[in-house]
T-cell receptor
Framework: NAGVTQTPKFQVLKTGQSMTLQCAQD?????MYWYRQDPGMGLRLIYY???????DKGEVPNGYNVSRLNKREFSLRLESAAPSQTSVYFC?????????????????FGAGSRLTVL | DQQVKQNSPSLSVQEGRISILNCDYT??????FLWYKKYPAEGPTFLIS?????DKNEDGRFTVFLNKSAKHLSLHIVPSQPGDSAVYFC????????????FGKGTRLSVIA
């Protein structure tokens, strides 16, 4: 019962370094998301992928890139890390009901990746 | 411009009493609302939801009320238990195809034994 798996759980970077956060889900969900959580700011959407082959910007996309590698995997890349990107990152997935378009759009979240940029 | 607002950053309640968490929204096109619960060092987990065509949904100790005219929803937890201590996020969905949820900033609930 893995659900959504994120790696790594913790990472410390120096300013300017790059890294990729990996996310995989085993629920056959169509949609995947990357959020960041900062104190007092709630959950803010970075990027999302409504379906395999598509990606869209969210509320705070600057400084990030994403890749929807296949239906299971959605990675988040920081090309040149900055201290402002110190945060906890959450990957999530959901199954959009294309028949009704309404109701269930429940996200299943991973456990989070805590990133510190010095 | 915050579309989903949780104006109380924190709330303390005694065990056994009712906890009421509030959420306001500005966009009348939201058609579905959800509450998520988050423990430290874990991802948020889905708790309860309500469609905009309803005004109440109940699941055990948890009830969500929706007042569309006031653009307000609330989560009631009765009775509150120490294990309910967590951050609660209100979220809303805009019906425009497969659009992502919009989250509030969260309310930290502390249930005191």
């Amino acid at each position: 019962n893995a659900g959504v798996t994120q790696t790594p759980k913790f990472q410390v970077l120096k300013t300017g370094q790059s890294m990729t956060l990996q996310c995989a889900q085993d629920m056959n969900h169509n949609s995947m998301y990357w959020y960041r959580q900062d104190p007092g700011m709630g959950l803010r959407l970075i990027y999302y992928s409504a379906s395999e082959g598509t990606t869209d910007k969210g509320e705070v996309p600057n400084g990030y890139n994403v890749s929807r590698l296949n239906k299971r995997e959605f990675s988040l890349r920081l090309e040149s890390a900055a201290p402002s990107q110190t945060s906890v990152y959450f990957c999530a997935s959901s199954e959009f009901d294309t028949m009704t378009g309404a109701g269930a759009n429940v996200l299943t979240f991973g456990a989070g990746s805590r990133l510190t940029v010095l | 411009d915050q579309q989903v607002k949780q104006n109380s950053p924190s709330l303390s309640v005694q065990e056994g009493r009712i906890s009421i968490l509030n959420c306001d929204y500005t966009n009348s096109m939201f058609d579905y609302f959800l509450w998520y619960k988050k423990y430290p060092a874990e991802g948020p987990t889905f708790l309860i939801s309500i469609s905009s065509i309803k005004d109440k949904n109940e699941d055990g100790r948890f009830t969500v009320f929706l007042n569309k005219s006031a653009k307000h929803l609330s989560l009631h937890i009765v009775p509150s238990q120490p294990g309910d201590s967590a951050v609660y996020f209100c979220a809303a969905r805009l019906w425009a195809g497969n659009t992502p949820l919009v989250f509030g900033k969260g309310t930290r609930l502390s249930v005191i034994a």
